[in-house]
């Protein structure tokens, strides 16, 4: 039997002198001021010493006191476990052999201090919730943000050994959690959508509590590498859903990945069994679920691709000024002539630029005549490759432009093209750039090369990269490297030793040298 009547004097500063003074007193009186020492009492707890044996008979003491209401021994017991579980995570078998109603505070020690090796944080999540003391408030988000790492970082064993045995329905409990959460961190976002990817189930992300501006940080910066397929169905997330938070640089960004995807093959880059395994979970919990189709990522891109240029439209975010304007412009003459096979309408947006928005007009210009050198080679005609040379109106002739007009007359006239780099390989620079790491005429060499290598041209391929060292033409070894590379690219390309093959691997190449 104990009583706090001397506690009215002072607040106790150990374990020790607090389990003294409970231990002779016959009654019981000032909880509030009990509950404010458990704090400073456990500043200098150790488990390892006497305390440890002192705190568990206090937690029994009070348990089985009859001075105490059922309401008084939660809330005494609650405060012992806020602040003695981090020390010693054996005071919860003490309480664990009475019953027990814990608090959010209390739940979340619990799970926190957890170590893993007989339950899980979920396992005692699902064991204590019911009857918890739970109200949906800030201190409740905290709870579900512990478990939530939990769920995706691993229990303290399993961190311990490095052994995280992560699995669908792991990931499902994860995605319920996240719901319960207020604002999920940056590094919780992160794991789960790197989850949802790996375990090709992304339209779950749906019913997460991961926001679409977290979605977007993931696939703009580098947290890890987004193939296409997954970032369609991300972006098309958020760019359904708020489209607000899409700015113009991301927007081209996007262009460029969405239409790589709505180009490409489907590679079955949605799981239904995981999704539905998800599901399951997740209706399980009482969450209601709205269903959303699962569409091929082809189909995906090329509706998400079609929206994107409507909202360029409908907002004039390729007409004005700012540099992030130039960007949608440039990406246009991409788009339109590169990846839709609609060059007229490339062509008439450029015109309209030189009557209404002339600002980086000749980044335009450049980027347009690629997209006609493209479509040249693309379609093997040349009527497009002279329209690129009536568009050449500026004095000063780009590397960039050169390279791709060396690359499109390869196509039809591999010695128009040696009379093109000719007329210009002693004039341009042959210093190394200190951000590209390249030369002017190691550019201008490299596209010689590869068009020659087109051409099925290896003996002057090899001529011509000797004397451009001979000569100093160049003279970098990172860029004598590079350049090399295209002859493994050459011989790849032969890996069937089947010239119509190997011609048509080489074309796809000089494709995408003309587009970087």
Not at 12 to 28: C, D
Not at 195 to 200: F, V
Not at 295 to 311: G, H, K, T, V, W
Request: hydrophobic share 40%; glycine share 4%; with cysteine.
């Amino acid at each position: 039997m104990f009583s706090l009547t001397r506690f009215n004097r002072r607040l106790y500063s150990s374990i020790a002198e607090l389990h003294k003074q409970l231990s002779h007193e016959p009654s019981f009186q000032g909880k509030q001021k009990l509950l404010q020492t458990i704090p400073i009492a456990f500043e200098k707890f150790s488990s390892s010493d006497e305390n440890g044996e002192l705190v568990h008979d206090i937690v029994k003491t009070v348990q089985n006191h009859a001075a105490l209401s059922k309401d008084d021994k939660v809330d005494l017991i609650n405060q012992f476990m806020i602040h003695g579980l981090p020390h010693d995570y054996s005071l919860y078998f003490t309480v664990k052999k009475g019953s027990h109603s814990w608090t959010t505070d209390s739940l979340a020690k619990l799970i926190e201090a957890n170590p893993g090796r007989v339950d899980q944080g979920w396992d005692l999540y699902k064991k204590y919730i019911d009857g918890s003391n739970i109200n949906s408030d800030a201190a409740d988000s905290l709870l579900y943000q512990i478990l939530l790492e939990k769920l995706l970082f691993g229990e303290k064993v399993e961190i311990r050994d490095s052994d995280i045995e992560m699995s669908v329905n792991r990931l499902a409990r994860a995605i319920y959690v996240s719901t319960k959460v207020d604002n999920v961190t940056l590094e919780s976002s992160v794991e789960i959508i790197r989850l949802a990817i790996q375990y090709k189930c992304i339209p779950t992300l749906y019913w997460s509590g991961v926001s679409n501006e977290q979605i977007l940080k993931v696939i703009s910066g580098n947290e890890f590498e987004v193939d296409d397929e997954s970032y369609v169905q991300l972006f098309n997330k958020v760019f359904r859903e708020s489209p607000e938070l899409v700015d113009k640089e991301s927007i081209c960004k996007a262009l460029t990945r969405v239409e790589s995807a709505r180009n490409g093959q489907d590679t079955g880059e949605v799981d239904n069994g995981n999704i539905s395994e998800v599901k399951r979970v997740l209706r399980a919990e009482g969450v209601a679920i709205s269903d959303h189709s699962v569409i091929a990522i082809p189909e995906m891109a090329s509706s998400l691709a079609d929206s994107i240029l409507s909202y360029i439209r409908t907002n004039n975010l390729d007409l004005d000024k700012s540099a992030e304007s130039l960007l949608v412009r440039i990406k246009l003459m991409e788009v339109y002539g590169m990846d839709r096979n609609d060059i007229q309408e490339a062509l008439a947006k450029f015109h309209d630029y030189q009557a209404h928005e002339k600002f980086g007009i000749e980044l335009v210009q450049h980027k347009l005549i690629a997209a006609f050198c493209y479509k040249a080679v693309e379609q093997h005609n040349e009527h497009y490759l002279k329209i690129a040379h009536t568009l050449m109106t500026m004095e000063d002739i780009p590397i960039k432009v050169l390279s791709v007009l060396i690359l499109a007359r390869s196509e039809f006239d591999d010695e128009s093209a040696l009379e093109l780099y000719n007329e210009y390989i002693n004039s341009v620079p042959k210093n190394i750039n200190s951000v590209t790491k390249r030369s002017g005429s190691g550019l201008l060499t490299e596209a010689m090369m590869l068009g020659s290598l087109y051409n099925k041209d290896r003996e002057f391929a090899s001529l011509l990269f000797e004397m451009a060292q001979k000569n100093n033409i160049v003279s970098d070894e990172y860029e004598a490297t590079t350049l090399k590379k295209l002859f493994k690219v050459y011989g790849d390309a032969f890996a069937e030793d089947n010239w119509e093959i190997a011609h048509a691997e080489l074309k796809k190449y000089v494709l995408q040298a003309i587009r970087r």
